[in-house]
Nanobody, 118 residues
Framework: VQLQASGGGLVQPGGSLTLSCAAS????????MEWYRQAPGKERELVAG???????NYADSIKGRFTISRDNAKHTVYLQMNSLKPEDTALYYC?????????????WGQGTQVTVSS
C-alpha cells in the first residue's frame, strides 16, 4: 500500500487550499482517515479525522475553517482548508488505517508542505 499526498503550496493569509491523499495497492476498505501536521520545532498534531462511517473530528484550532471528506471508491481523503492563517504553516501528513484480516495497519503519506505567508 502506498499513499500519495498532494495539494500543498504557498498561499496568502485568508486563502484556501485543498489537500488530497490517495491510497493505492491491494485495498478492499479503509477505516479511519486522518490528517496531521507538523510545524518546525513542534510536535506532530492531529488536525482532522474521518471514520469509515463518515463521522468527523477536528482540532480546535481549525474548527470552522477546515473540512475533511473522503471518497471510499477512490480510497482518497481530502482536506479543504479555508481562511488560512500563518500559523497553519506546516508539513501536512495523511494517515490511513487499513484492515487486513483480523488486524489494522496504519500507513503514512510522504507529507505535503503548506506555507501561509504574504
Amino acid at each position: 500500500v502506498q499513499l500519495q499526498a498532494s495539494g500543498g503550496g504557498l498561499v496568502q493569509p485568508g486563502g484556501s487550499l485543498t489537500l488530497s491523499c490517495a491510497a493505492s495497492g491491494t485495498i478492499y476498505s479503509v477505516n479511519a482517515m486522518e490528517w496531521y501536521r507538523q510545524a518546525p520545532g513542534k510536535e506532530r498534531e492531529l488536525v482532522a479525522g474521518i471514520t469509515s462511517g463518515g463521522s468527523t473530528n477536528y482540532a480546535d484550532s481549525i474548527k470552522g475553517r477546515f473540512t475533511i471528506s473522503r471518497d471510499n471508491a477512490k480510497h482518497t481523503v481530502y482536506l479543504q482548508m479555508n481562511s488560512l492563517k500563518p500559523e497553519d504553516t506546516a508539513l501536512y501528513y495523511c494517515n490511513l488505517t487499513i484492515p487486513s484480516g483480523a488486524y489494522e495497519f496504519a500507513y503514512w503519506g510522504q507529507g505535503t508542505q503548506v506555507t501561509v505567508s504574504s
